[in-house]
């Protein structure tokens, strides 16, 4: 028979000789031992010390009434366990992440299941009740008879999440640890989801989730994240684990994070950082944010002009290029200056042996550092670019701004 | 001599210097930016509280007891401070509004209730907010069976258009209208010096050797308990605290940007203080002095703009409470279902679906469509609700005020930035006035409804 977590609270307890022991107060979940399991009540009694059932001292369970199968003296007192997940106090009005749904959510109330093992009876955590019933049963618990507070949850539209789609926010990771929660199916979600779920958890809870996922992910999400929230979740991180997620960064992203924080934060995240990637960040800094400087990236992939159309191909497939972002190739003539620009479809179709230097774009553009971004977003929708050059004074490039930089600074 | 040349060599030159102006601020644009993203919540709320409700019992207090309620204010502008402050300093600390603490805390069912009592009031309020349109509209000699739907039908449209944001700030540049009260207050020549004496209580200063003559000491009766209640519930508005901490959680403000949000809820508290200050002096000048004891209607309220305005007063007037009526009416039905779902755990947002979030919007359009209806249909007791409305407010805010002080104090929520002891005792006083001042009221408005039935309606 199933039932909820509100319905069991308060249920009296039985011993094996069928003396009272006390009223259930709380319940918990050991997840290291089994993720679902209802493992101890706690039960107490007047002024007595609490004490506590373990799951395999029930012999049965109904609303209202729990049947021990020992006597009162067999049960242990009450310890407070960080490794317990105390149903009613962690889980109850809490939010949630609901991993399937890719939403925040509070929980009105907990449904349980019961089954039967050898010779005793288990809770098990099916689904956490998101919805009206739950509600319903939160405010008339104890004020309306049962079967009433029944007739109408059935009545009311169900909204539950399985168990195994819930993902707990712990911000203590200590705790966090001892509850074995993970975040490996937050990470299995797009960064721009997780950035939107992020928004709606507190501070605490942020840096919580940021930290126990992998750079790479971390990285991905921070980029999508509002530029403040960034700032104050990198800010917090351990400066050896910020580092390491910048570096998973593009060197804009890194350097728009870092432009936010302040100067010595900043310097001490740059040393940490690899020597090479530190200083594409470190030029990116110099530049305002408001200008072609400012917006470009400075990873990107440039070749000769007199170079054929098969050999940058060939070339192009021993490099680690990000190739779901690369639409637009950069062309320099023998004096390393710029020379123009090729689109990827371009040389799909192209011949063999063509130069690229024939298959440039018209007109040819591209803007100083300083430009104004204004500029910049003029010449895109003029000239309907996906990319654009920055160089120099000495017409040597730079970087190049994409179009998602574009339109990311357009949404701001 | 105004040859292409020199026009384009003068172009250019011009040119130039913008351009070095501009490279000049801008390492100051981002931090003007930062600035100016902060700053707001306080402000706002602080304005939206001179609504209708909020214009109409300062009038009504100033008409009534002219100078003598004037003492009340700042005690009232240190307890909205302080529980204003409070509120934007949990948003900051612990990035969660005000009803996913009182939630997580306290448990539903107390959310629930307190969800409920919110909900009420606050139609308490969107009423009042349309009696403002009413009494505006009549005043100029609109029918308000035209006025009040149109009205309602307007703000729904905006708010969930999303146009809101954008109109927000039209308001509140409309509010500068209330400086026509204080323009107004200094040609009416009231005796400044008596008007300012009276910010100390009255009840103390008659005591102090050659004061006697010159202050006035109101008699406390229930009538007085309901003047200071409303002025109260209207100076320090439950929803306010609320509204405050969701907007500071959405403006990401954390504890390094908390500085420049405190500074904002201090202008706010003070400047929405002191235009309460001048309208008073104003409508006691105008309206008391001349034996007017009685806001009946919105020409009545307009003669305290007449020094200034003459006979445009009445105009003046009107589009200041209707601009008054229709910021708070586009504010407060969004800001109370938003909380409310909040606090449930339903979806809510203007930038959900309707399908998606039903219950959100169902209680928004109903507040809008109850509100204004039943303003239409109890027109002739317009004064009643203004004034009830607001002492409705003073009522509820004990309560919340309980609950932001528990919360406020606790260390695993706010680690260091609890309350000093100091601010703590502040805060307490404040709750025990209002709530001494909330039991007076209830009773002698009890006792007098079953000694004077007729005198119910004020």
Not at chain 2, 222 to 229: C, D, S
Not at chain 2, 321 to 349: H, K, M, Q, R, W
Request: aromatic share 8%.
């Amino acid at each position: 028979m199933a039932m909820t977590a509100t319905e069991l609270m308060g249920s009296k307890a039985y011993d094996a000789q069928g003396n009272f022991v006390g009223k259930v107060r709380e319940f918990f979940v050991e997840p290291a031992d089994q993720p679902n399991r209802v493992a101890h009540f706690l039960l107490a009694r007047g002024s007595f010390q609490p004490l506590v059932a373990r799951h395999d001292q029930v012999a049965a369970i109904e609303a209202g009434k729990i049947e021990l199968n020992v006597p009162e003296r067999a049960l242990g007192t009450y310890e407070p366990n960080e490794g317990w997940l105390a149903v009613t106090k962690d889980l109850l009005d809490q939010q949630i992440i609901d991993t399937s749904g890719r939403k925040v959510v509070r929980v009105n109330d907990v449904d349980l299941t019961e089954q039967r093992t050898n010779g005793n009876v288990e809770l098990r955590i099916t689904q956490v009740d998101v919805g009206l019933p739950g509600a319903a049963r939160r405010l008339l618990q104890g004020i309306a008879p049962q079967r009433l507070i029944r007739g109408l949850q059935n009545r009311l539209p169900t909204r539950a999440i399985r168990w195994e789609f819930v993902n707990l926010v712990e911000p203590d990771p200590l705790r966090r640890l001892k509850l074995r929660i993970t975040h490996e199916k937050l990470e299995d979600l797009h960064p721009a989801d997780l950035a939107d779920i992020m928004e709606e958890l507190s501070p605490a809870e942020r840096q919580g989730i940021i930290s126990s996922l992998d750079e790479e992910t971390a990285a991905a999400v921070l980029a999508e994240l509002d530029a403040r929230l960034t700032t104050q979740i990198v800010e917090k991180l351990d400066p050896e684990k910020a580092a390491d997620i910048l570096e998973e960064m593009a060197p804009d992203a890194a350097a728009d994070v870092l432009g936010g924080l302040s100067k010595e934060t900043s310097e001490e995240l740059l040393e940490e950082m690899p020597g090479q990637e530190a200083e594409e960040v470190r030029e990116l800094l110099e530049f305002d944010p408001a200008t072609a400087g400012g917006m470009m990236n400075t990873d990107f992939v440039f070749v000769g002009d007199k170079s054929q159309r098969d050999e940058v191909v060939e070339w192009m497939k021993e490099q680690e290029l990000n190739l779901d972002q690369l639409d637009t190739i950069v062309l320099l003539d023998g004096g390393a200056q710029f020379s123009g620009t090729v689109s990827v479809a371009r040389l799909l179709l192209a011949s063999p042996e063509q130069i690229l230097k024939e298959l440039k774009q018209e007109p040819l553009l591209s803007v100083q550092p300083n430009a104004d971004e204004r500029d910049v977003f003029e010449l895109f929708d003029k000239y309907n670019l996906r990319m654009l050059t920055v160089v120099d004074d000495d017409g040597r490039p730079l970087g190049v701004i994409t179009v998602d930089d574009v339109v990311s600074k357009l949404v701001k | 001599m105004w040859s292409r040349e020199s026009l384009e060599a003068m172009g250019e030159r011009w040119t130039d210097r913008v351009q070095r102006v501009r490279d000049a601020i801008r390492p100051f644009r981002r931090r003007i930016l930062m600035f100016l993203a902060v700053v707001g919540p306080g402000l706002i709320v602080s304005n939206v509280d001179n609504d209708a409700g909020g214009i109409y019992t300062y009038a009504q207090s100033g008409a009534k007891y002219g100078n003598m309620v004037l003492w009340s204010l700042i005690p009232m502008t240190i307890a909205l401070y302080v529980s204003l402050e409070m509120c934007s300093r949990m948003g900051a600390f612990t990035g969660k509004g005000l009803s996913d603490l009182i939630r997580e805390e306290f448990g539903f069912r107390v959310t629930f209730f307190l969800m409920a009592a919110i909900l009420l009031v606050n139609l308490g309020n969107v009423m009042a907010e349309f009696t403002g349109v009413f009494w505006a509209s009549e005043n100029m000699g609109v029918s308000r069976f035209i006025s009040v739907p149109v009205a309602a039908v307007a703000v729904w449209v905006l708010v969930v258009q999303g146009t809101a944001k954008w109109v927000e700030r039209i308001f509140l540049t409309f509010c500068l209208i209330y400086f026509a009260y204080v323009i107004s207050a200094f040609l009416a020549k009231p005796d400044w010096l008596i008007s300012l004496l009276h910010l100390f209580p009255p009840h103390l200063m008659q005591y102090v050797p050659g004061m006697k003559q010159v202050v006035q000491v109101p008699k406390f009766n229930a009538e007085y308990a309901v003047i200071l209640a409303a002025l109260v519930g209207t100076t320090i508005a439950p929803w306010q605290h609320f509204y405050l901490q969701a907007a500071v959680v959405e403006k990401r403000v954390g504890p390094r940007q908390y500085p420049t949000t405190r500074n904002d809820v201090i202008v706010g508290s003070i400047s929405c203080m002191v235009i309460v200050f001048f309208i008073i002096v104003c409508t006691a000048a105008t309206l008391y002095a001349n034996g007017i004891h009685e806001v009946t209607d919105a020409g009545t309220a307009a003669i305290a703009l007449r020094p200034l305005a003459g006979k445009l007063a009445s105009l003046l007037f009107s589009i200041g409470l209707l601009n008054a009526s229709l910021f708070a009416a586009s504010i407060l039905p969004l800001s109370t279902s938003y909380v409310v779902c909040e606090a449930l755990g339903f979806e809510s947002g203007i930038d959900r679906k309707f399908r998606e979030a039903k219950i959100f919007y169902a209680l928004y359009t109903s507040l809008i469509l109850l509100g204004s209806f039943l303003v239409l249909a109890l027109g002739k007791f317009a004064q009643t609700i203004l004034l009830w409305s607001q002492v409705l407010n003073g009522f509820l805010l004990p309560p919340v005020l309980i609950f932001v002080l528990i919360l406020v104090n606790r260390r695993d929520l706010m680690g260091e930035k609890v309350n000093s002891k100091s601010f703590n005792w502040v805060a307490w006083i404040s709750t025990a006035a209002m709530i001494i001042l909330t039991l007076v009221v209830a009773y002698t408005s009890i006792h007098e409804l079953f000694t004077h039935p007729a005198s119910q309606t004020r």
